[in-house]
Nanobody, 120 residues
Framework: QVQVAESGGGLVQAGGSLRLSCVAS????????MGWFRQAPGKQRELVAS???????NYADSVKDRFTVSRDNAKNTVYLQMNSLKPEDTAVYYC??????????????WGQGTQVTVSS
């Protein structure tokens, strides 16, 4: 079983920055694809950014050039650096870990989420 826990959310003014952290337990973190998702009130959960075990990153168009996802396999941690924050970035941010189970199967795990609120 993989445990996933986010931290680093909070209240920030528009234009400010926050860095979210996500620690995932388990020896296979380095083999896992990690993702950051967010869900605003009344909206569906959406992918913000992801990073593969090889370091390939992917971003939603709405956060490109403002957010950066990175990982430290030695610390079992993935980060989301958020700059130039906008009120529309306000949401609960969730960390997701997709870990290999077999050569063809994976399992996904979610954290509890961390609130990010951007004031105008």
């Amino acid at each position: 079983q993989v445990q996933v826990a986010e931290s680093g959310g909070g209240l920030v003014q528009a234009g400010g920055s926050l860095r979210l952290s996500c620690v995932a337990s388990g020896r296979i973190f380095s083999m896992s694809r990690m993702g950051w998702f967010r869900q605003a009130p009344g909206k569906q959960r959406e992918l913000v950014a992801s990073i593969t075990n090889g370091g390939t990153t992917n971003y939603a168009d709405s956060v490109k050039d403002r957010f950066t996802v990175s990982r430290d396999n030695a610390k079992n941690t993935v980060y989301l650096q958020m700059n130039s924050l906008k009120p529309e970035d306000t949401a609960v941010y969730y960390c997701n870990a997709v870990t290999p189970v077999t050569t063809t199967q994976t399992s996904g795990y979610w954290g509890q989420g961390t609130q990010v609120t951007v004031s105008s």
